[in-house]
């Protein structure tokens, strides 16, 4: 089993950040790919943003330039500091991990989730 526990949700006023951190556990043998998804009410999940071990990153166009992921490899955690939240940014955010476990069998795990909330 791999776990993810992700932290740092809230709420925000209009403009201001927050900095999202989801930590790995369990029997790893390497992460790949970890990113972060968001879901609105009635909305479906999307991708916000995902970086590879090799440090390469992919972002939605609705953040580009106003979110930042990155990754600590050692310590299996990914990083999404968001600035300039606007009011379409609340959701819940999800934590995504894809590797391959200390078996050799691949995974696909997500976190619990986290509340971003923005409100004056």
């Known amino acids: 089993q791999v776990q993810l526990v992700e932290s740092g949700g809230g709420l925000v006023q209009p403009g201001g950040s927050l900095r999202l951190s989801c930590a790995a556990s369990?029997?790893?043998?390497?992460?790949?790919?970890m990113g972060w998804y968001r879901q609105a009410p009635g909305k479906q999940r999307e991708l916000v943003a995902a970086?590879?071990?090799?440090?390469?990153?992919n972002y939605a166009d609705s953040v580009k330039g106003r979110c930042t992921i990155s990754r600590d490899n050692a310590k299996n955690t990914v990083y999404l500091q968001m600035n300039s939240l606007k009011p379409e940014d609340p959701a819940v955010y999800y934590c995504n991990a894809r590797g391959v476990r200390s078996s050799d069998f691949p995974f696909g795990s997500w976190g619990q989730g986290t509340q971003v909330t923005v409100s004056s």
């Open positions: 369990g029997s790893i043998f390497s992460i790949y790919s």
């Open positions: 970086i590879t071990s090799g440090g390469s990153t």
